[in-house]
């Protein structure tokens, strides 16, 4: 921007000097030709008329932008209101801050921001009395350009003070003007967006079009397919008496100056802005091409023209979104790799069945699960993975009958819905005999299947999907390679673990879970050395649940996370109550499941039980399951090391049930062994369970483990296992699990019958 020039020959740093010069009548004409056009409006607000006259002539020079100023004139800050609600574009206010009172200037201010609502208009205070300089916060709050004393405001610092402030104005006002633009850019934007077919758009960007031009704007727009090559285009909309340039809805690629004009825009890919015309480019990414060519009255200025810009980059993605609308519906509703319908579209042929009232009873809804296909994934690289399920599509189109329909429900998972008589599992099994072969690889699949019977369901689209789901659910649980059929009982049990799963939640918010301890005694002695912690559950009816329903629930919704830290505290806050009452040397066994074993914060949990009750880590023992330890071996090792360092103990529960090896059990940091009471029963009925139960023994002796049996029952089995040599037992003949109560009472007879 140039600077502002000064009168000829006048030192750049002289202060104000104050002459002797009649200024205008207030309210009068402006100074400097004000009323001329392009000078830039400056009014002086100031109760002395010397510094009117001398401010004038030291700025008259001044010019900005080949514009120069012209000056208009308050004595008071009445005047000063008055003068600026008649008087618009006024781009500076030189005001003085102290007039018929202290804070007069500061009023006008207010009035001026407030008020008026002018905000574009700059302000420069100027003061006489240093004294009455503003606070810095009001300054601030009403965009005030700058403050300056009148004794130190020297031309040149009058001078830059100004220019800056004009220079701001201008700012202001161009920023203005591009925001009124840009909102109605917008506005015509979120117009256009609501439209759904191509037509509408196109008339309602050259009614747009002609509201952001600010002209009449008779114009067309054309669908170009094939280009600038093309011999016509197609006129989607036409307005005023344009539509007379293509009667037969075709514009003439080699018609008059309106078609050549599309065609250089079409060959340049651009807009073109001429004196008397317009075209602008629509680039299509999945459609045609789109050009519009539109009349002008007079040339656009650089605004409306940079608007225009704006707004046809906006609306060529809007257009496009049209033109892909109906890849868009088809990505909705059908599989992008196999094209077979989604879930969504599988949903709606049912739901349109079921609402037409067609014979769907008869109809079986089958689920195709192909087996391992993650391994497959993972091993061989999702795009071998891709052309698998695009080969198993092709397969099931070529051979299952044309009156059946097909889709892809999931990553795997392909479903296959028709008459019953034609949706057979053992053909659609068979139909996987012959392996695929996919880039150059022979590959066996299989699959497992899921079916439901439409009418034996009640119900949504949605509802026989999920039943078919269940029904596949099951088919895997039970043998990979198999079918299995959903019936009206397999819905029951689902809701029934439902509704169990949400009164277990409210159940234990309730406090209905509590503990039973059953003792674990000395065979020799007779002498009870500590005692399992069992988790049980009463309802408010008195009902108790048993574990194996609800424990497993527990899991699989994640309960057993909150309930698990619950029962190490409970248990190991007994163990404190039996070592206060004298049982020194009791050991407290507590379950762990493998869902909180391996849970992240389950350490955490444990340390902070030990520490919270003060249970001594030695006193504890925990129990996992032989099937837990077998999996991932590597991880549970590093858990049992970093367990074992808390001073914790670690046995096996059910050993002899999970087939371990015995290299890997060398490896746990176990410290006692669990024999199954599937072999203790066994004991008196056969040699078999004997020989088992003896095998443990041995095992636990030659690795340094203790060995302790469950579910002894009898004398018998109690005999029998001392004699091969198992120190530790619990069962019912010793005991029942018991309430911490009778637990004390029961040790407290224990005690007596062996002193006795």
Aim: net charge negative; charged share 25%; with cysteine.
């Amino acid at each position: 921007m140039p600077a502002p020039t000064t009168p000829q020959g006048q030192a750049q740093d002289d202060e104000l000097v104050f002459v002797d010069e009649a200024p205008t009548a207030s309210g009068g004409a402006p100074d400097n030709e004000a009323g001329s056009a392009g000078a830039w409006r400056v009014l002086i607000v100031d109760d002395d008329a010397d510094v009117h006259s001398t401010t004038t002539f030291a700025l008259g020079s001044l010019e900005l932008h080949g514009r120069k100023l012209a000056f208009l004139h308050a004595y008071s800050a009445a005047e000063a209101r008055a003068l600026l609600e008649r008087e618009g574009d006024i781009a500076v206010v030189l005001l003085d801050v102290v007039m018929e009172e202290a804070d007069a200037g500061l009023h006008l201010v207010r009035h001026i921001r407030e008020t008026l609502g002018r905000h574009d208009l700059r302000i420069i205070l100027r003061t006489g009395q240093p004294g009455y300089a503003p606070e810095m916060d009001a300054i601030r709050g009403y965009d005030i350009n700058d403050y300056r004393t009148k004794s130190e405001l020297t031309r040149t610092k009058l001078y830059t003070s100004v220019a800056s402030a004009i220079r701001a104005y201008e700012q202001i006002r161009a920023l203005e003007a591009s925001r009124q633009g840009l909102a109605e850019v917008v506005r015509a934007n979120a117009e256009l967006m609501a439209q759904r077919t191509v037509g509408g758009m196109a008339d309602g960007i050259l009614r747009e079009a002609a509201r952001l031009i600010g002209q009449p704007a008779p114009g067309l727009m054309c669908s170009c397919l094939g280009g600038p090559q093309a011999a016509a285009w197609q006129v989607l909309a036409a307005s005023h008496d344009k539509a007379a340039l293509a009667p037969s809805g075709m514009l003439a690629a080699g018609g008059d100056s309106t078609a050549a004009a599309i065609r250089q825009t079409l060959l340049e890919q651009r807009h073109i802005f001429g004196e008397r015309y317009l075209t602008l480019y629509f680039g299509g990414k999945a459609h045609c091409d789109f050009a519009t060519w539109i009349e002008l009255e007079r040339p656009l200025d650089p605004l409306r023209r940079g608007l225009l810009e704006l707004f046809a980059s906006n609306i060529a993605v809007g257009l496009d979104n049209v033109a892909l609308l109906t890849d868009l519906q088809r990505a909705a509703f059908y599989d992008p790799l196999t094209g077979l319908p989604n879930r969504t579209r599988l949903v709606e042929l049912i739901d349109e069945g079921i609402s037409r009232n067609t014979n769907v009873a008869d109809e079986v809804l089958c689920l195709v699960d192909l087996d391992h296909f993650a391994e497959i994934n993972d091993a061989l690289g999702h795009q071998f993975g891709d052309a698998l399920l695009v080969a198993v599509a092709q397969r099931l189109r070529a051979r299952l009958h044309s009156r059946l329909q097909l889709a892809r429900i999931g990553s795997d998972i392909f479903c296959v819905l028709g008459d019953s008589a034609e949706v057979d599992p053992e053909a659609i099994r068979a139909l996987f005999a012959a392996p695929f072969s996919i880039e150059g690889q022979d590959l066996q699949v299989s699959i497992t299947l899921g079916l439901v019977r439409l009418m034996e369901h009640d119900g949504s689209g949605a509802d026989a999907l999920k039943d078919a789901d269940i029904a596949l659910k099951r088919a895997k649980s039970r043998q990979r390679g198999g079918h299995f059929y959903f019936s009206r009982g397999m819905g029951v049990e689902i809701r029934e673990r439902v509704r169990l799963m949400h009164a277990l939640r409210s159940g234990f918010a309730r406090g209905e879970l509590f503990l039973a301890f059953q003792p674990q005694v000395e065979l020799g002695a007779h002498r009870p050395f500590g005692a399992e912690a069992l988790l049980r559950w009463r309802t408010e009816d008195g009902r108790l649940v048993p574990p194996d329903r609800f424990i497993p629930i527990a899991e699989s919704s994640g309960l057993i996370i909150e309930i698990g830290e619950w029962v190490l505290r409970q248990a190991c806050a007994e163990l404190m109550r039996l070592r206060a009452a004298g049982y020194l040397d009791f050991t407290m066994s507590i379950n762990v499941s493998q869902v909180q074993f391996r849970h992240p914060g389950f350490l955490d949990m444990l340390r902070q039980a030990l520490v919270d009750t003060g249970a001594p880590p030695e006193r504890v023992e925990l129990e996992i399951t032989e099937s837990m330890a077998m999996e991932e071996p590597d991880l549970l090792i590093e858990r049992l090391a970093a367990i074992k360092r808390t001073g914790v103990s670690i046995a096996i529960d059910d050993f002899g049930t999970g087939f371990s090896s015995l290299s890997y059990l060398q490896r746990l940091q176990v410290d006692r062994l669990k024999i199954d009471r599937a072999f203790v029963t066994e004991i008196t009925g056969s040699a078999r369970g004997s020989s088992i139960a003896e095998m443990v023994i041995e095992l636990g002796r030659n690795l340094g483990l203790s060995i302790i049996a469950e579910g002894v029952e009898d004398e018998r089995q109690a005999q029998i296992l001392q004699a091969l040599g198992c120190p530790l037992a619990q069962g019912f003949l010793f005991s029942r699990p018991l309430a911490p109560e009778q637990l004390l009472e029961w040790l407290g007879a224990d005690a007596l019958t062996r002193a006795a």
